[in-house]
């Protein structure tokens, strides 16, 4: 429906405001909220982490946490190439693609083409980056929705794997140095982790703690208003596709690295509505209301360690997905709910 | 009509009485014992600035919020307690809104305008009854005193005609003319002038046949004009409850403010005449080769009807849109192609749709004040939250901003105070050109004095501004000078002990009444 500018026009007085302080026991109690909403996730999950310990033998062992910890970082890496986007407003559905798209390349490079694992992965990063620019050109510079060109690049990636791979794994000529760096642990550390922190300490840092993270914060937060205070939107937010067709290529390297192959079926995306549910299941913890790093990474292993909680109980593995499922809807819905009663309106 | 408001003087029997309604959010008591009596057949307007709880009423009276415990409200003698009030319930009980976005689809006709209010008549096999829809809208449009064409498009009407016919499809449905409340929401916050007249004037009618109307508008002249009854609300609690003959616009700003209101008229002397900014034949959108001269020290108002391109000449010198013609800073040409370059040239721009355009709702007071340049916080290789906090805390002060915490997110404060956090980021950076799209829109008299007091601060300490407004009394009060636009051109000139509300009315809108 069509309106005409004086009928969009906003008054000032439409709203129920609050702006006396309020008395010191209210003041408590709502500081007591805001902190049971920033570390309501952090204390389910140790919650869980005690119940699963005390009711299976398998669960707590050093053993299973190593597993968990360190087989989850590539999600973890590719919740983190998904908030990028989703910081500045924008949905990158092709992550999952594009992590497998790279696998794939990364495969081809040492398999067929015996190049060396270094250039390899080189190439691969490139790879993520080249989907990350083709996804930024059409979303910030032409315009489209993000959700459609990112959907779309997501199915058409799966295709072009399809016909080159023809659905059989790439095992054989796979470094095994990178095999050894993305497996076992080293002191007593599963070597996931490696991979996995040092990204999320970068992230953390670039997205919370540079101008560049709160300029994306705020494209997120009113496009229209961050044009108008001369931040430069359409560049930033191709940036953020770029970042995110990185991280998901590097996402793509460690699952190679870690199942010693290159495996077609990881372009189907199956990985992508995981990221997606700790993505936004990490925007209910810490800093509720916004993506962020340590609630992503958070989320990543609260979902990891209930399923494999749920799996030692003896449920199958298709628990995984419903977890999944569950942890995306319920955590949007937590957090709609909780943003309608701070700001009632 | 008596203008009498008491229980015990005689007047009209209540068409609505509100006894004792509070309403709490979280730790704010917005509501305190609120009592109100609406007379049949009266226009009775509530007044109060942001955040006196207006709001929370209305939507309390609609069902939409509920009420603590303890509230009475009598509809027609009907009485409920005000928490039980639903939608559906007010609806039956006959109160009908209409509010500031009126709801109207522009592109549908009159008649689908007004039956989508009801719903179709419609026959064998959910076959709409054109000829039944037709008839009933003719005789509804002349029961309002609406004298259109049924088939043609909303948006072909005027304004005022949109919201009459909003409030016809708000009312179609009573059986008499004294029954039921109408609940009028800023109906007239973003009509132009002689819109409102027109309005105002069909209000007046209105009540005549013996509508009751509950009337809310920032405008206090509106409200002296149209209404019997005038209530103010100030922090949630009636402090007055006035006849509105015999009272005085200022009177009723400060009853609304609460404390006396000390707005110096501008001085209107410049004594700088070298030109600090100045356009020469500059085009963009309806504007064609407009010369345009500021001072330093000069606030310059841009007067004219929304399209007389008044917005765009403002965004066009912020780097948007495209134009032609020559920009000259102290004398140096300024060619701004995007915002950043414009800021980096001085200037800044309070664009006009606060909530659209310029507040970021969700992120803090203090992110929301760093949002121009948020460079400025960075330290020894991070982003120093307490610099950015200990900057925030300090403008809060300077600029007079009501809020818990530069923490809180800025949807939470109320429209006056956002507007001046919006303000504060500009002026922040020190800016030599002030470009302000209705600077005070939406905003109660209170804040809009602090707003106009900043803005002469700022342009006091060397810049200039150039302010566009609908409000021309806001004009007359702020500007030095204020110039008209209209058909592309700058077709009035009015200086500082000249400005004059009626001859800029006639300025402004005397070529579109004469083609009426």
Redo the contacts between chains.
């Keep these: 429906?069509?309106?005409?500018?004086?009928?969009?026009?906003?008054?000032?007085?439409?709203?129920?405001?609050?702006?006396?302080?309020?008395?010191p026991a209210?003041?408590e109690?709502?500081r007591l909220l805001v902190n049971a909403e920033r570390f309501g996730l952090l204390v389910i999950f140790v919650v869980i982490l005690v119940v699963f310990s005390v009711v299976s033998s398998g669960f707590f062992t050093l053993n299973n946490f190593r597993i968990v910890l360190g087989s989850e970082a590539v999600l973890g890496i590719l919740a983190l190439a998904s908030i990028v986007p989703l910081i500045c407003g924008e949905f990158d559905l092709s992550v999952g693609a594009n992590m497998g798209a790279s696998a794939i390349v990364l495969g081809t490079c040492m398999s067929r083409f015996h190049v060396g694992l270094g250039p390899a992965i080189v190439i691969t990063l490139v790879f993520g980056l080249l989907v990350g620019l083709a996804n930024g050109l059409l979303v910030a510079k032409v315009g489209v929705n993000s959700f459609i060109v990112t959907l779309a690049m997501s199915t058409f990636l799966a295709g072009l794997v399809q016909w080159y791979t023809n659905g059989t794994s790439i095992s054989t000529g796979i470094s095994q140095f990178l095999v050894r760096t993305a497996t076992g642990d080293l002191l007593g550390i599963p070597k996931g982790l490696f991979w996995l922190l040092p990204v999320g300490l970068v992230a953390w840092?670039v997205l919370g703690?540079?101008?560049y993270?709160?300029?994306l914060?705020?494209i997120g937060?009113?496009r229209?208003?961050?044009?108008?205070?001369?931040?430069?939107v359409s560049r930033l937010t191709l940036s953020s596709f770029l970042i995110s067709g990185v991280l998901a290529a590097l996402a793509g390297v460690l699952t190679v690295g870690q199942s010693g192959d290159a495996n077609p079926q990881l372009v189907e995306g199956t990985l992508l509505l995981a990221a997606l549910a700790a993505a936004f299941l990490g925007r209910s913890a810490f800093r509720p209301?916004r993506f962020n790093v340590p609630g992503t990474i958070l989320a990543v292993y609260f979902v990891a360690f209930s399923v494999s909680g749920l799996e030692f109980l003896g449920a199958a593995s298709w628990v995984a997905q419903v977890f999944d499922g569950l942890a995306l809807a319920g955590a949007v819905t937590v957090t709609t709910v909780l943003a309608r009663k701070?700001?009632?309106q | 009509m008596t203008l009498d408001h008491r229980d015990d003087q005689g007047g009209p029997p209540a068409a609505l009485v509100v006894t004792d309604i509070s309403k709490t959010y979280g730790p704010a008591r917005v509501l305190r014992d609120v009592s109100l009596r609406i007379g049949k057949g009266h226009v009775h307007s509530l007044v109060g600035g942001n955040g006196s709880g207006k709001s929370t009423l209305v939507k309390i009276l609609a069902g939409l919020v509920r009420a603590d415990p303890g509230g009475t409200v009598a509809i027609d003698g009907q009485e409920r307690p005000a928490s039980s009030l639903t939608p559906t319930i007010a609806k039956a009980s006959g109160v009908h809104f209409v509010h500031q976005d009126p709801g109207v689809f522009l592109d549908m006709t009159v008649i689908e305008n007004l039956s989508l209010g009801r719903g179709f008549e419609t026959g064998r096999a959910g076959r709409i009854r054109w000829r039944q829809a037709r008839a009933r809208s003719e005789e509804v449009l002349a029961r309002f005193d609406i004298h259109v064409d049924p088939d043609l498009p909303l948006g072909a009407l005027r304004p005022a005609e949109r919201t009459m016919v909003a409030i016809a499809r708000a009312l179609q449905d009573q059986e008499r003319a004294d029954h039921g409340i109408l609940v009028l929401d800023e109906p007239t916050a973003s009509l132009s002038a002689s819109e409102v007249t027109v309005l105002l004037g069909a209000l007046r009618r209105y009540a005549e046949r013996g509508q009751t109307t509950l009337f809310i508008s920032h405008r206090l002249d509106e409200v002296l004009t149209a209404s019997d009854t005038v209530s103010v609300l100030r922090d949630g609690c009636v402090v007055a409850t006035r006849p509105a003959i015999g009272l005085s616009p200022r009177e009723l700003a400060e009853l609304v403010v609460g404390r006396e209101l000390a707005e110096a008229p501008p001085t209107g002397s410049v004594t700088n005449r070298e030109a600090y900014l100045e356009l020469r034949g500059f085009s963009v959108g309806p504007l064609e080769g407009i010369d345009l001269v500021a001072h330093k020290g000069e606030i310059v108002g841009l007067a004219g009807l929304l399209g007389s391109g008044r917005s765009r000449l403002l965004h066009a010198l912020f780097g948007g849109g495209r134009r032609a013609g020559t920009v000259l800073l102290e004398g140096v040409p300024i060619d701004a192609r995007t915002e950043r370059a414009a800021m980096d040239a001085g200037f800044a721009l309070v664009p006009e749709d606060r909530g659209a355009d310029a507040a970021f709702g969700d992120l803090s007071v203090a992110n929301n004040l760093a949002a121009a340049d948020i460079g400025r916080f960075w330290r020894r290789g991070h982003l120093s939250a307490r610099a950015e906090r200990t900057a925030a805390e300090k403008a809060v002060r300077e600029f007079n901003i009501v809020c818990g915490s530069v923490d809180m997110k800025l949807s939470t404060l109320s429209g006056g105070n956002q507007q001046k956090v919006i303000l504060a980021r500009w002026l922040r950076r020190d800016p030599k050109v002030l470009l302000l799209d209705e600077p005070s829109q939406g905003v109660d008299v209170g804040a809009r004095a602090d707003i106009h007091g900043l803005i002469r601060g700022a342009v006091a300490s060397g810049a200039t501004a150039l302010v566009v407004s609908s409000d021309l009394e806001e004009l007359a009060l702020l500007c030095d000078r204020v110039l008209v636009l209209a058909g592309g051109r700058i077709v009035g000139e009015v200086h500082g002990p000249d400005i004059d509300t009626t001859l800029l009315t006639h300025l402004t809108y005397g070529p579109v009444e004469a083609a009426l």
């Design positions: 429906m069509s309106m005409t500018k004086e009928t969009t026009v906003t008054g000032g007085g439409g709203a129920i405001r609050t702006d006396e302080p309020s008395p209210r003041q109690a709502r840092y703690h540079t101008p993270g709160r300029a914060t705020s937060s009113n229209k208003a961050a044009q108008l205070v001369g931040l430069r209301g701070n700001a009632p």
